[in-house]
């Protein structure tokens, strides 16, 4: 059974950084793509950087720099490095993985940044 675990949220000042951490129960190489995304409360998740099992890398906010998407297979991790934290982070953050025969989430973990 696939399973994904995040962990690394918590409570920041703006500026500041976090890195948050996903590890999967199989090995990652399985996964075409793994992915980071974020959710606020009744809006709907927006994705927020992948890296593909060849090691592509695209998002929007790794394109800007604050934030960067890395991956250990060696540890089957995923991580989000996040600079510059500003209040508008401030979300629910969920791992993804898929590959050809499933789509499988984490249960999310919280991110907030205060002012």
């Known amino acids: 059974q696939v399973r994904l675990v995040e962990s690394g949220g918590g409570l920041v000042q703006a500026g500041e950084s976090l890195t948050l951490a996903c590890e999967a129960t199989?090995?990652?190489?399985?996964?075409?793509?793994m992915s980071w995304h974020r959710q606020a409360p009744g809006k709907e998740r927006e994705m927020v950087a992948y890296?593909?099992?060849?090691?592509?890398?695209n998002g929007k906010y790794t394109l800007k720099g604050r934030f960067t998407i890395s991956k250990d297979t060696a540890k089957n991790r995923i991580y989000l490095q996040m600079n510059s934290l500003i209040p508008e982070d401030t979300d629910v953050y969920y791992c993804?993985?898929?590959?050809?025969?499933?789509?499988?989430w984490g249960q999310g973990t919280q991110v907030t940044v205060s002012s």
């Open positions: 993804n993985a898929k590959a050809s025969t499933y789509d499988c």
């Open positions: 199989v090995d990652i190489a399985t996964f075409n793509v």
């Open positions: 890296i593909t099992s060849g090691g592509s890398i």
